[in-house]
């Protein structure tokens, strides 16, 4: 049976920014409204100033939405920082992987310890040897070694960063997974294999994803819906390959033309 | 065939820096010509050695780093020029974009400042025409409100088409694109791109075209080199190695795209780009290649030719044209 | 893109590797390292005592029974060196210890914090910026009396903000980086964050700080024993002995000014030298 992992009502955000003396509203998500089932994937896709970034960041709570409300497996969603008693649960609901694989890992840990580190803090009932098992198998679900334990993440390869970014997300056993640009930059021919191990992962695991990217090819690869922002508003949705093969909004249409491919020409619009 | 000399032409160029006291090759014997009004695409990940090959037309090299071979642009040596010369070609002759226009313009002075730097020698109201009608070719009409305005009110995009204006007004013979739209929204890239493109066109102008993208190098250039640990593995016409790769690293990069019009598995290779000191002997590629052999791990190939370009690879011939349903069946 | 060419893949570039690559480096370590030993052990060397008086000898130039001569005593001025260097380094390390420690607590509850209590504090540490370190302690003289105490307590108070404000601004660079927002998503308390996350992550600039404190301290320190309100005669140390030589000098007897002072300043340019270079490498692995 098909639970609702993510439902996200009417969210707004708006930024107060002071520029020389006057204070500015700036509307980075305006009235957003969407839902995710256990085990989908849903993309966002938009350029720069579309929302998107922020979207993510008020469903894992490091921001607090100004209007509307954020719902994780039935419960609502609280921002950072949460009370005591609360850390568990939220922590339990979502987990984030960033961009950027050489700042989103703690620089003095090595890649053991940032496991054991979620694991004593969640599992405080279990043993030592039960935390090994469990740090042997979170590496070979993600693809690396036991000869990455021990290591430093200034050691380690982009792709393998991340790799290393996804087992630490996925120890705290989250219902929802938000992947925000997680590939965008690493190289091409690493990008293929964090892609094929993040759908292989979901379809294993039985994993829920929020997948942020600018990429309509990632998208198309990865999500079984999408909405498209655009400047912070919804300008359209449903399932992905609907959207890409049959584009209805016109934005839609101009992200896809611009996309570079065999036979494709960039074309020149009017300033 | 052209008996005309290339506008450049890159002959066995090797780069090595020294970081910390070690020094690093990253850019292994690499040659590749150029001719006016051509634009030649060499495309890359990581450590590939593009942008460097790039830096070392303009000799942008850093101070610890020792560069061998001869890169002639019209003929004359850059690597030898003496630094009036250089400082002349650099200024007038060859024209470089970045990646990041922010950081290659003077946030405290005006676009019409930045604009006039490159004719400084002309008399103040010829400067001032050249700047309307280069802002006019790169698509921005109101070119007297521009001239007023600063680097960090301009968007990316528009900021971008002002950096083309700007280093194209002195007239350059050779354009350098080092990853100019990498940090672009994909619409604002069309557009820049298309931009870039048709000027390069209509002034004749060559052009060297770096970037990660594969198929965005192929819509703009009429050649395509592909380099991997500080070598170039494949280079021809951008027509045949687009639709008809030879070398696995070529076919590996295409089909790691995700595709936007179907979903398939994507057919990838294990292992992550290296640079070329990072190499052993034998084949740069062979720890990464599904199809290297004894031979490849021992011996690296040279560039040889098949049909109408240039690969380096020892089973090209024997594997021509079934490399991508090969791939499939090995993923 | 990571373009791992341009910029290698980084091998701990320990403080081991950092003096084997930069020679000032090393020399300025070894310039420390020597000091300390001299601080151990170097009574150990010295046939005079420190107070050993002899009038006859007073003044006399460097010699072989009198490495660094005599002062106007006729003290052997390298014996007063040496037993001058444990007090001389003495302030300087409480002042760093107490300086450094409060400092470090005060930018990280800050940069972690934010808010009002951030701002608040940025501008009593502003006032106190305000005092010139040494007129700070001159005043705690004159309220507590001469001595090394009063100097002491003084400048471990005036320095702080200086500190503070350095490592502040690098823990709010830190703070904002994913890698924190992942530790305070997976649900960790924030103590434990700023403990396990952050600090470790600006040691490096922690340490540099401290280094710096300690050759500013040095000089200060000495300056107040020079102008004779700080460690008062007849002990042995440095800034003193400086004082005490300068009327010496005039008469035509250098050699305990030109002793004690070389050893400042030398000592306080290698802690400079270490603490700079330190700042350096903290920042390029940043």
Redesign the interface.
Known sequence: MNTTILEVGDVSKVFHVKRAGIVDDLVAVDGVSFSIEQGRCLAIVGESGSGKSTIARMVAGLEKPTTGTIVVGGKPRGQLPWPRADRRTFARQVQMVFQDPNSSLNPSQTIEDSLLEVLRFHHPERDGSWRQKRISELLEQVGLHERHRAVRPRRLSGGEKQRAAISRALAAEPQLLILDEAVSALDVSVQALVLNLLTELRSRLGLTYLFISHDLGVVRQVSDDAIVMRQGVVVERGATQAILDDPEHEYTRALQDAVPRPGWKPARRAL | MNDIRPLLEIQNLAITITVAREPRLLVRDVSLSVQAGQALGVVGESGSGKSLTAKAVMRLLPDRSQVGGRVLVDGRDVLSLARKDLARLRRREIAMIHQDPRSAMNPVRTIGDFLSEGVRDRPADERRQLAVDALAEVGIPDADRRFAQYPHQLSGGLLQRVMIAGVLMPGPRLILADEPTTALDVTTQSEVMAVLSDLQHRRGVGMVFITHDLDLAAAVTDNLGVMYAGSIVEIGPTASVQTAPLHPYTVALMTSRPSTTNVEPLKTIPGRPVAAYEVGAGCSFAPRCPFAQALCREEAPELQHIGDHKVACHRAKELAGHIEEKLEVLS | ??????A???RT?GLG?LAS?DPIFAVALAVIGLLVLLAVVGPLLCPYGPDDVDILNANQPPSAVHWFGTDALGRDVFTRIVYGARLSLLGPAIVTVVATVSGTALAITGAWRGGLLDRAMVRVLDVVFAFPALLFAVLAVAVLGTGLVAPTIALSIAYIPYITRFLRSVAIGQRN???I??????????MHVAR??LL??I?LFIIAQATLTFGYALIDLAAISFIGLGVQPPAAEWGLMVGDGAAALLNGYPWEVAAAGAFIVIVVVAFNIVGERLTALAEA?A
């Open positions: 893109m990571t373009d791992i060419a341009v290698p893949r980084r570039l590797r690559v980086l994913p890698y927002d992942s530790a305070e998503l997976l649900g960790f308390p924030s396990r996350h470790p992550n040691r692995r």
